[in-house]
């Protein structure tokens, strides 16, 4: 079973910045596409950035410019770098490994960022 623990997250101010860490367990991290996704509240879930095995990354429209994913293979670690923080930031942030072989997903258990003057 494949455990994703993301760490970081916490109370910023507007304009602040906060590093987002999710640590994979098992082999092969580097092959897999690893994402970060939000639950604002009273909000569906929303993707925020990915990064595929190569390195390409995507992101969320609201995020776009402010936010950097990046990964370090070595460490089993996707990290997102979110700068410019604003309210509507707030959210529960869930960690994501896909695969693409098996179509299977796997989800931490997620960390708060919450942006408030």
């Given at each position: 079973q494949v455990q994703l623990v993301e760490s970081g997250g916490g109370l910023v101010q507007p304009g602040g910045s906060l590093r987002l860490a999710c640590t994979a367990s098992g082999n092969n991290f580097s092959i897999y596409t690893m994402g970060w996704y939000r639950d604002p509240p009273g909000k569906q879930r929303e993707h925020v950035a990915s990064i595929v095995s190569n390195g390409y990354t995507t992101y969320g429209d609201s995020v776009q410019g402010r936010f950097t994913i990046s990964r370090d293979n070595i460490k089993k670690t996707v990290y997102l770098q979110m700068n410019s923080?604003?309210?509507?930031?707030?959210?529960?942030?869930?960690?994501?490994?896909?695969?693409?072989?098996s179509g299977r997903s796997y989800w931490g258990q997620g960390t708060q960022v919450t942006v408030s003057s």
């Open positions: 923080l604003k309210v509507e930031d707030t959210a529960v942030y869930y960690c994501r490994q896909y695969r693409a072989a």
